[in-house]
């Protein structure tokens, strides 16, 4: 059963909001690391979609071959059989064999997008405690230069006369 339409827009929307984030990133080897995986991630669906394309023939003939070897097992439940009844329909058997295929390209797809986005969350969490961290040691720096030019400011004027 694929994703509703729901779920994958949903799904979509995340993993682009993630994409989004990471161009806010700040140093390079935070950069370097959601480049990579991007592109990582890009690669891998770039080869699904070729090897889909590739082998759709083939994937479907195994699949149909699979469907008809399930269609002719007998059945486990005790019927009567009437004669003239036959579950095979090879029309019927091709659809579903190709709906079978479609469906697994999905979830395969799915599932790379799901681990880039994982992943890409980890690496923009990160980066943001990095960034976070970095901007309270700046913080503190200025407040200390601050203290220390008032302290030298005084020294040089001498205590106030209020």
Same mark, same amino acid.
């Given at each position: @059963?694929?994703?509703?339409?729901?779920?994958?827009? *949903?799904? #979509?929307?995340?993993?682009?909001?993630?994409?989004?984030?990471?161009?806010?990133?700040?140093t %390079? *080897?935070?950069?370097?690391?959601a480049?990579?995986?991007m592109?990582?991630?890009?690669?891998?669906?770039?080869? $699904? $979609?070729?090897?889909? #394309? $590739?082998?759709?023939? @083939?994937?479907?003939?195994?699949?149909?071959?699979?469907?008809?070897?399930?269609? +002719?097992? %007998? %059945?486990?439940?005790?019927?009567?059989?009437?004669?003239?009844?036959?579950r095979?329909?090879?029309?019927?058997?091709? =659809?579903? #064999?190709?709906r079978?295929?479609?469906?697994?390209?999905?979830?395969?797809?799915?599932?790379?997008?799901?681990? $880039?986005? =994982?992943?890409?969350? +980890?690496?923009?969490?990160?980066?943001?405690?990095?960034?976070a961290?970095h +901007?309270? #040691?700046?913080?503190?720096?200025?407040?200390a230069?601050?203290?220390?030019?008032?302290?030298?400011?005084? =020294?040089?004027? +001498? %205590?106030?006369?209020?």
């Amino acid at each position: @059963m694929g994703l509703t339409l729901k779920e994958e827009l *949903r799904r #979509a929307f995340e993993l682009a909001t993630l994409r989004r984030e990471a161009k806010d990133i700040r140093t %390079p *080897r935070q950069w370097a690391q959601a480049d990579a995986l991007m592109t990582r991630s890009r690669v891998l669906r770039d080869r $699904e $979609e070729r090897l889909f #394309a $590739e082998r759709y023939d @083939m994937r479907v003939e195994a699949t149909q071959r699979r469907l008809i070897d399930a269609a +002719g097992t %007998p %059945p486990r439940i005790l019927q009567p059989r009437w004669i003239g009844l036959d579950r095979f329909d090879a029309s019927a058997l091709l =659809r579903q #064999a190709q709906r079978d295929v479609h469906a697994h390209h999905d979830r395969r797809i799915s599932r790379i997008k799901e681990a $880039e986005a =994982r992943a890409l969350e +980890g690496i923009v969490r990160h980066a943001a405690q990095e960034n976070a961290v970095h +901007g309270i #040691a700046r913080d503190a720096f200025q407040r200390a230069a601050d203290q220390r030019h008032i302290h030298d400011r005084r =020294r040089r004027t +001498g %205590p106030s006369q209020d």
